[in-house]
């Protein structure tokens, strides 16, 4: 069974916790160290068993480094949370959310987890509820909302430019006769296509990509260059052979 601090005066403890940050840092904390501060009744003295609990000072009455914790104003709370829960651990296993949780939640752990009275019992509830007023339970280590994964960007490692395949009736949706891939009524698949290209490309190479592109993916006979054509050929001929764009470029 363990021994829980209790307390029939907690707001002179709580004024004693408050005051840490502030005072010079004894060499010992005594019943005579209390006197001297004003914490002269005998319900003053439930303090020192209060900071040996939360390791605040030792069996001798020495502080501790989480004694100098609590002296960083700015992060009282947040520290102070972290040695009230290091010294509840087994509370905070058992209830979740402890803080938050009625008396009688806790009253009744107190009573699974001791052999004291009722009344014990509930100035157990008091320190700990007071103690948790002092403390500072926000969670700052939650997890932060991952960023929206884009399926494009203007721009890719090593200088490369990154050009989307355009959308539109002879996009992946369909065949070079605009057909659906798949049978009407079906699920639809969509494919999002790139092309990353180096940044010394020029209009030709880029022209010749998009070529590859239309016969390759979409089917488009037209797009593959024909044979050069003997002199003398029809200019309708010299135009077909260099007929190469996808639609939209």
């Given at each position: 069974m363990s021994d829980f601090p209790y307390s029939m005066s907690v707001g002179r403890m709580q004024q004693f916790v408050k005051e840490i940050p502030t005072m010079t840092v004894p060499d010992k904390v005594v019943t005579k160290f209390l006197e001297a501060r004003g914490y002269k009744s005998t319900n003053d003295r439930t303090i020192l068993p209060t900071l040996r609990f939360l390791n605040l000072i030792d069996d001798a009455g020495a502080p501790t480094s989480k004694w100098q914790l609590l002296r960083d104003r700015q992060n009282f709370g947040a520290n102070f949370a972290s040695i009230v829960r290091e010294a509840y651990r087994?509370?905070?296993?058992?209830?979740?959310?402890?803080?938050?949780?009625?008396?009688?939640?806790?009253?009744?752990y107190f009573r699974a987890n001791t052999k004291s009275s009722d009344r014990m019992v509930s100035a157990m509830v008091s320190v700990f509820k007071m103690l948790c007023s002092l403390a500072d339970f926000s969670d700052s280590s939650s997890p932060e909302p991952e960023a929206p994964q884009h399926s494009a960007s203007p721009s890719a490692p090593g200088g490369e430019r990154v050009v989307p395949l355009p959308r539109g009736q002879t996009s992946i949706e369909t065949r070079a006769n605009n057909e659906p891939l798949l049978p009407s009524g079906g699920p639809q698949v969509a494919l999002n296509v790139q092309i990353h290209l180096p940044a010394s490309a020029d209009a030709s190479f880029i022209d010749s990509v998009f070529r590859s592109l239309a016969h390759h993916v979409l089917g488009r006979q037209d797009s593959v260059k024909?044979?050069?054509?003997?002199?003398?050929?029809?200019?309708?001929?010299e135009a077909e052979s260099e007929e190469a764009t996808l639609p939209g470029f």
């Open positions: 087994d509370l905070f296993n058992t209830l979740e959310e402890a803080p938050a949780r009625s008396e009688a939640e806790l009253a009744n024909k044979e050069a054509k003997p002199r003398g050929a029809a200019k309708v001929e």
